[in-house]
């Protein structure tokens, strides 16, 4: 019986530890981005950009989308 119920605890704790770490990596924002490099002063057309998606905290400053 005790084997039991630690198997139980350890599948409840793998469980919970997989569901917290898909919350923190699926915790996305969708960002601008360059597809080339760009001169200073160039104007920027739509064809330059392109949409990423980022980690939230990743401590990159960001320009939402």
Known sequence: M?????????VLGCA????LLTL???DRVTVLVLKRP???GQE???S???EASI???SGID???A
């Not at 919970?16 to 569901?19: D, K, L, R, S, Y």
């Open 48 to 50: 330059d950009l392109r």
């Open 16 to 19: 919970t530890g997989g569901v």
């Open 38 to 40: 760009v001169s200073v």
């Open 24 to 26: 923190k990596l699926g």
């Open 2 to 10: 005790p084997y039991l119920l630690l198997g139980v605890l350890l």
């Open 44 to 46: 920027l057309r739509v």
């Open 55 to 57: 980690a939230r905290n």
């Open 62 to 64: 960001v320009v939402p």
